[in-house]
């Protein structure tokens, strides 16, 4: 038999008798929490027990058991960030955002949720409440003011949402209850999205069949590899909002931009840029060839009582909706 050398990394947790009251059940339950501390600061370390740790393991049980109920206690609500062209600040539709109103946290930052609910699979039906909400609000929208027919709505999906093997009926039911046209509904893979595996592809596939635009979040930051322009069914390519924020300052970034944006481009791919905050940016990404963006320069994601009184204001203006606060004059 071979030998082979085998490298073993050891996370532990450490826990010791603060007094004559720990038993070993304490102990044990302490030095498991200390483990869990460990392991989430990488692996092959350990960590010494301390009080504070109880507690936030406590408040994130907390946490996960409100989530498990949010949805069905209406604590969930979306915001709609608006996304524009930027060569006539024309409105091409909104991205969903979910926010939570907890009864006595307040509300709680998606940071503090999004990535529990991708942790523990709660992200399945929140994601499911959110296409089936932004659908159907979508679909008011599209009602109530004709100019906004073309508008389209965008819906994160995670790593753990793409693996869902429900996936496509999902989105299927979704547009069908809301009466939305698949076409008006954007799926964007999200950051850490596994973009791998047969069954992955084959479910991004159906949906891109049945008419539903698939975008590429965060692309030129992480992970996100060339190949994935080469092998999935992309529409829109999303600048990461780090290359958006150094634009002007450093040279390198806008190199890298401008190449992302003329091979989404090339392509036949929507370049989208992510994070806009600053006139001088919008017109930086705007003199590359950058089709759309979105950021705070534009507007702040907006509850769904401000997006109707923005598509108002905007439908009043004439047959295309334009955000009424840009005034592409002012920016150069």
């Known amino acids: 038999m071979q030998e082979r050398e085998i490298i073993l990394r050891l996370s532990m947790g450490i826990a010791a008798q603060s007094g004559h009251e720990d038993t070993a059940v304490t102990l044990m339950r302490n030095a498991d929490i200390a483990l869990n501390a460990a392991k989430a600061k990488g692996k092959g370390r350990y960590e010494r027990y301390q009080p504070q740790q109880h507690a936030a393991l406590s408040d994130r049980m907390d946490l996960e058991s409100d989530l498990a109920r949010a949805i069905e206690r209406r604590q969930l609500v979306l915001h709609y960030q608006p996304s524009v062209r930027l060569k006539d600040g024309v409105l091409l539709g909104f991205e969903a955002l979910v926010r939570w109103n907890h009864p006595r946290r307040g509300l709680v930052s998606p940071a ?4 529990l609910a991708d942790e523990t699979g709660l992200i399945v039906p929140l994601q499911r409440w959110v296409l089936g909400q932004a659908c159907a609000d979508g679909r008011h929208w599209q009602i109530q003011f004709p100019a906004a027919a ?44 596994s973009l791998k595996g047969n069954d992955a592809l084959a479910r991004l596939l159906a949906l891109h069949e049945s008419g539903v635009r698939l975008a590429l979040d965060d692309f030129g930051a992480g992970s996100a590899p060339l190949t994935a322009l080469r092998d999935l069914p992309v529409d829109i390519v999303k600048l990461d909002h780090s290359f958006v924020a150094r634009m002007g300052a450093n040279a390198t970034d806008a190199t890298v931009a401008r190449a992302v944006i003329d091979l989404g481009n090339t392509l036949g791919m929507m370049t989208m840029a992510d994070g806009i905050e600053r006139a001088e940016q919008f017109s930086a990404l705007r003199g590359i060839g950058c089709v759309a963006g979105q950021g705070y320069f534009l507007s702040r994601p907006l509850p769904a009582a401000a997006v109707e009184r923005l598509l108002a204001d905007c439908d009043a ?11 592409l004059d002012k920016v150069s």
């Open 317 to 327: 203006a004439g047959v295309e909706l334009r955000l009424p606060s840009l005034r």
């Open 150 to 193: 073309a508008m389209q709505i965008s819906v994160n999906v995670s790593r753990r949402g793409l693996e869902d093997a429900d996936l496509v009926t999902d989105v299927a039911t979704a547009c069908t209850a809301a009466a939305f046209a698949p076409a008006r509904l954007v799926l964007e893979l999200t950051h850490g999205a």
């Open 112 to 115: 503090d949720f999004i990535a």
